[in-house]
C-alpha cells in the first residue's frame, strides 16, 4: 500500500541490547507510570512508619520504614532482571543488529521486517516519544518501533522528528537529545 507511494524517510533501524533495554524501563517503568506509582506506595508506608515512631512504637517504625524502602529496589531489580532475560532470549548483543525498516510516506508508514509486511495510516499510528537519542513509535496500543539516532544521520532524524510532530501533533512528545 504505502511502498508504492514515494517515500518520504527510510530508516533501516538496528537494535542493540542496550537500546532495547532503554525502551523496555521507558515502556514499562515510566510511559505507565508503574515507577511512580510504587514509590508513592513506599513513601505511604515509610510516612506510616514516621507516625508509628511519633507515636512511640519503634518496632512498627522500623518495620514499616524498611519495607517502605526494600519494595522499590526489589521492583526495580526485578523488571532489570526481566528485561535481561528478555534481551538473551532474543539474542541481542551490544553491537547493533538490523531489526527492521520503517518507511514513511505522506499517508503514513510501512514496517518490513524479514518477509513480514504492515502499513498504518497516520491517523491510526497510536503516539510517539522522542527520549533521549531514540524515537519511540507506536503504531499500536501497545506494539513499537524502536528507531536509535545511531541507525541513520541526523538530517535524517530532524526529518523524522519533524514528520512526527507534523502529522501526528498532540500524540508526539518531543524530549530528544542531539
Given amino acids: 500500500m504505502h511502498t508504492t507511494e514515494d517515500n518520504l524517510l ?3 533501524s538496528r537494535l542493540s541490547a542496550a537500546d532495547f533495554r532503554g525502551f523496555s524501563f521507558y515502556n514499562g517503568l515510566i510511559r505507565g507510570h508503574r515507577l511512580l506509582k510504587v514509590l508513592i506506595f ?3 508506608l515509610i510516612l506510616f ?3 508509628h515512631f511519633m507515636a512511640g512504637m ?3 517504625a522500623a518495620i514499616y520504614a524498611f519495607i517502605g524502602f526494600i519494595i522499590p529496589f526489589v521492583y526495580v531489580l526485578q523488571y532489570w532482571y526481566s528485561v535481561h532475560r528478555q534481551t538473551m532470549a532474543m539474542e541481542l548483543s551490544e553491537t547493533p543488529q538490523d531489526a527492521y525498516t520503517v518507511g514513511f510516506t505522506q499517508l503514513g508508514i ?5 518477509q513480514e509486511h504492515a502499513s498504518v495510516d497516520w491517523n491510526r499510528i497510536n503516539s510517539a516519544y522522542a527520549r533521549g537519542k531514540e524515537t519511540y513509535l507506536y503504531y499500536m496500543q501497545n506494539r513499537a518501533l524502536i528507531l536509535p539516532d545511531a541507525s541513520t544521520d541526523s538530517e535524517s ?3 523524522l522528528l519533524s514528520l512526527l510532530e507534523k502529522n501526528l501533533g498532540h500524540r508526539f512528545e518531543n524530549h530528544h537529545t542531539k
Avoid: E, T
Fill in 10 to 12: 527510510v530508516i533501516h
Fill in 42 to 44: 513506599a513513601l505511604l
Fill in 49 to 51: 512508619g514516621w507516625c
Fill in 58 to 60: 519503634p518496632k512498627f
Fill in 110 to 114: 510501512w514496517i518490513q521486517r524479514g
Fill in 157 to 159: 532524524v530532524a526529518l
